[in-house]
């Protein structure tokens, strides 16, 4: 084992330790602190463990690193079982970074907050580990262009988990007024995803570039993860709680809120013409209000009630335009809206303070029938 190769090694397993060290004491105090927050869905006490399964992910990286340096030092890395080892606890790592994009609210549709598609996402990733053990098994390689066969299933899967991770950061970032980190984000993934090839395309690089290329990448990758769960807790503590939030309907179109979070009290909100919204934003607090447990959130989506997540968005941006509110006071959609899971959402004022014009409520009743 070359100097180089011991000093990639050493430096990835101390770096992945501290970062999961970091991130697993960052998840336990946000838990602590923001616990009313996190749990506020009592239909479903859904524990966010997006920055929990970040830090399993770098344990593992220690693992791996571990697994490498016996792998170098007994020496056994030209055996296939070291490379079935090297790819497997790759297959894990790419696992827990899935499970963990589960919880990012900017993470595309099809993934966050959807157990349905990620029960599918987990199924193929054990499909995957089964096709690389097969290949190991069989050590099938391409020794004209140097290419390791069983690696390639591998390298598919990290392709497809980088590019959820570059739109997850990116729309992250950029929504929480980061956009140059966003930016970095994205460079970060890819040097990520470059540091990746060399395990398929051994004539790939030389030893230093491509060791130098991933403790990069790696260490960056932390940084960015860092840099995240800091946004979360300012993110967490500017967070209007459910039961500040006091909301009344007076009249067709009128509406007064209050959310002293945001410096908002007793403001009062002329919907005019913006009929659909105020009709959306009314069925939200009538089904909150009125029903019972599961039934108080609404489907949106194509085959809901409500039929494209734009018309929640409409609801947040007219009152920020209305309100004429500063950049950092304005309100985003999960400030109102929890989103539950499978399309469906629900208004996060308590039941106790919604006040519907009784006059309005009995029109919506006749209208809704």
């Known amino acids: 084992m070359t100097e180089v190769t011991t ?12 970062g999961g060290i970091l991130l697993l004491a960052l998840w336990f105090q946000i838990r602590k602190q923001f616990k009313q927050i996190l749990e506020e869905n009592e239909q479903e006490k859904r524990v966010d463990k997006g920055l929990l399964y970040l830090s399993l992910a770098m344990f593992v990286w220690v693992a791996s690193g571990i697994w490498a340096y016996l792998g170098n030092s007994i020496p056994f890395k030209d055996n296939s079982i070291f490379q079935l080892g090297i ?11 899935l499970l963990a994009l589960f919880y990012f609210y900017y993470a595309p549709k099809f993934i966050y907050n959807n157990k349905k598609n990620i ?7 054990t499909f995957t580990s089964i096709i690389t053990i097969i290949l190991s098994y069989f050590n099938i390689s391409n020794s004209s262009t140097n290419l390791l066969i069983e690696g390639v299933p591998d390298l598919l899967v990290t392709a497809f988990l980088c590019y ?14 980061l956009k140059v980190v966003g930016y970095v984000s994205l460079l970060i993934i890819i040097l990520v995803f ?10 790939f690089g030389t030893d230093f570039s491509n060791n130098f290329l991933k403790i990069i ?12 769960a800091t946004s979360w807790v300012i993110r967490l503590a500017n967070m209007p709680k459910p039961n500040e939030m006091v909301i009344q309907f007076l009249d067709w179109g009128l509406v007064k809120i209050s959310i002293p979070t945001k410096g908002i ?22 089904r909150r209000k009125l029903s019972e447990n599961k039934q108080q959130s609404i489907q949106v989506g194509l085959a809901g009630e409500i039929k494209n997540q734009t018309y929640l968005t409409r609801i947040i941006d007219n009152i920020n335009s209305i309100l004429q509110l500063k950049k950092d006071k304005q309100l985003e959609r999960s400030d109102l809206f929890t989103f539950i899971g499978e399309g469906k959402y629900r208004l996060r004022i308590i ?8 006059t309005l409520l009995e029109e919506f009743k006749q209208n809704s029938l």
Do not use: C, M, W
């Open 351 to 358: 039941p106790e303070n919604i006040i519907i014009d009784n």
């Open 265 to 286: 009290f007793n403001q009062t909100i002329d919907f005019k013409s913006k009929t659909t919204q105020y009709k959306n934003l009314l069925k939200f607090a009538v």
């Open 7 to 18: 000093f990639y090694i050493l430096s990835h397993i101390f770096i992945s330790f501290i």
């Open 194 to 203: 470059i540091s990746q090839i060399s395990g398929v395309f051994l004539d």
């Open 87 to 97: 790819h497997l606890l790759s297959l894990l790592n790419n696992l827990f970074l």
């Open 164 to 177: 959820l991770l570059a739109v997850s950061f990116y729309r992250t970032f950029v929504h929480r007024g």
């Open 217 to 228: 990448a790696k260490t960056s990758l932390i940084a960015i993860f860092l840099v995240l």
């Open 119 to 125: 029960k599918i996402i987990i199924v193929l990733i």
